[in-house]
């Protein structure tokens, strides 16, 4: 039985219940709830309600203590690497997407060696290989070499972004070396997923939901799930995402959890969010999983603005990326972006010293790697 079913359960009526609910709770409600951490679910429902919002710094003290607690005062540094922004899906969201007249690229080995090389020089050891879905351009065997060259060169831990495999590819990634796997499902909302991914091998929502759990089969240290915030009502997407970070680390506790938090800012032409998500929404979402989600690595990236990162380092997240570059080749191989297009525009562009300096700012240190974090298993 996969997360479909848990899906299917809650998609009949059972979530818009929940829903409403929350529109109910008061702020004794929120109240009681933390009196338990870990919240019960109950409680993470009130951590999502309006009434939350006059007990944000209650919550992000509590979120705090609780990830110095199972993490230490430490935030881990992470950077993406983007293989290729050829794709062969119609995301409407996406500057990738198939339909977009846009400059693409596929790095070569010896790209993928160049920009690693820089990105090591930088002290990084964690790297995100992200690669659009197009086997002509990043098959398997390309992924594999690209991982295989990436562990070679000195990465300890190296995780994928890419096209959906199965669980025998996967396998051949991981006796490769491959140590995660990040999977947005984008949205739970099954008629919401089918609008805005019209054509391509990522219309099939129940693939694409089955993904973390073929890659934990195959014997992946980490997935990394998450919701796309702007697609539908994030109430809604952060109880299903409570189900599944639950439904993950009952099935697969060998396999840590991660969970990140992608909000849509800028659009391609012809798409606009239909439910924008405010900073104080996102803060509240990010609280909320973290006092529900003891141990999962909670992730924040550049696409959010310096600001809000700082705050919300040590509160709730533990990993960040830094310094991010969203084309292929952009670190080294084409750095003015002249030959391949950007997913998003990176908000937060400070280097990796700057960024460093923030998290020391606020009482904390950072880390290029943590194998501990990485490879804790999820009670
Ligand atoms: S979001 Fe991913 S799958 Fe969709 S168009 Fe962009 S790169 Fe392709």
């Given at each position: 039985m996969s997360f479909l079913h848990t899906v299917e359960y809650l998609n009949s009526g059972i979530i818009d219940s929940a829903v409403a609910k929350i529109e109910t709770l008061s702020e004794q409600d929120v109240l009681k709830a933390l009196?338990?951490?870990?919240?019960?679910p109950e409680g993470f429902m009130a951590l999502l309600s309006r009434q939350a919002d006059a007990l944000t710094s209650d919550i992000e003290i509590l979120a705090r203590e609780l990830t110095a607690q199972r993490f230490g005062r430490v935030v881990n540094l992470y950077i993406p690497l983007y293989l290729?922004?050829?794709?062969?899906?119609?995301?409407?969201?996406?500057?990738?997407?198939?339909k977009r007249e846009v400059q693409r690229k596929t790095l070569t080995l010896n790209e993928i060696a160049l920009e690693c090389q820089r990105l090591l020089q930088e002290g990084y050891k964690s790297l995100l290989l992200v690669a659009g879905e197009d086997k002509r351009w990043a098959p398997v065997k390309y992924i594999e070499s690209a991982i295989k060259l990436a562990k070679k060169l000195g990465f300890v831990f190296v995780a994928i972004e890419a096209g959906p495999m199965t669980e025998e590819e996967y396998r051949v990634l991981c006796n490769a070396g491959l140590d995660g796997v990040t999977v947005y499902?984008?949205?739970?909302?099954i008629e919401t997923y089918r609008k805005v991914h019209p054509?391509?091998?990522?219309?099939?929502y129940k693939y694409r939901l089955d993904t973390p759990e073929r890659a934990a089969r195959a014997g992946v240290r980490s997935v990394g799930i998450g919701f796309l915030l702007g697609l539908a009502d994030f109430r809604k997407e952060s109880l299903f995402l409570g189900a599944h970070i639950k439904y993950l680390r009952k099935k697969y506790w060998q396999t840590s959890i991660a969970v990140s938090f992608p909000r849509i800012h800028e659009t391609p032409s012809g798409f606009s969010p239909a439910h924008p998500v405010s900073d104080s929404e996102l803060v509240q979402i990010i609280l909320a999983v973290r006092l529900a989600n003891p141990d999962a690595v909670l992730t924040l990236s550049t696409r959010e603005a310096s600001a809000l990162r700082d705050r919300l380092f040590g509160a709730g997240i533990n990993q960040v990326s830094a310094g991010?570059?969203?084309?292929?080749?952009?670190?080294?191989?084409d750095p003015a972006g002249n030959q391949a297009a950007k997913q998003f525009p990176v908000v937060?562009?400070?280097?990796p010293a700057e960024v460093i300096d923030a998290i020391r700012k606020r009482g904390l240190e950072w880390v290029f790697k943590d194998w501990d974090l990485n490879l804790r298993p999820v009670s």
């Open positions: 009196e338990r951490i870990p919240v019960t290729t922004n050829s794709c062969i899906n119609n995301c409407l969201y996406c500057g990738f997407g198939s499902q984008e949205t739970y909302e054509s391509g091998p990522k219309k099939d991010s570059k969203t084309s292929p080749g952009a670190y080294i191989v937060d562009d400070r280097t």
